[in-house]
């Protein structure tokens, strides 16, 4: 290793919470405050509160819900009626009209 390159290490430096809560870890730098850790963290406690404003969830329950009753009722019949009768359609738009002459 190269001589003066490299930060000190300190390896009983603290991580000090909000909640007055000390780690003691291995790092370059001394001391480091930190406003969330795992003893006060909501997700961690458990006293997370999840808050759904756009009822995002259930929007896409229900989008969900539909298709699948759309394609239960539909079944692979209802596609292939679909199909065939969007190649018709398209055929008939290919062929010339014929114009009656009287």
């Known amino acids: 290793m190269k001589a003066d390159i490299h ?3 300190y ?3 603290k991580i000090i919470c909000a909640c007055k ?3 003691t870890v291995g790092s370059t ?3 480091t405050h930190v406003e969330l850790c795992s003893s006060c963290h909501p997700f961690y406690t458990g006293k ?3 808050i759904d ?3 995002r969830v259930e929007k896409f329950e229900e989008k969900t819900i539909a298709k699948a009753a759309k394609s239960h009722v539909l079944g692979k019949k ?3 009626v679909k199909r065939a ?3 018709a359609e398209k055929k008939a738009q290919k062929q010339p009209k014929v114009l009656n002459e009287a």
């Open 7 to 9: 930060p000190k290490y």
């Open 11 to 13: 390896p009983e430096a």
């Open 21 to 23: 809560n000390e780690i």
């Open 29 to 31: 730098v001394p001391e």
């Open 48 to 50: 997370q509160k999840l």
């Open 53 to 55: 404003s756009a009822r």
């Open 78 to 80: 209802a596609k292939t």
């Open 85 to 87: 009768k969007a190649k």
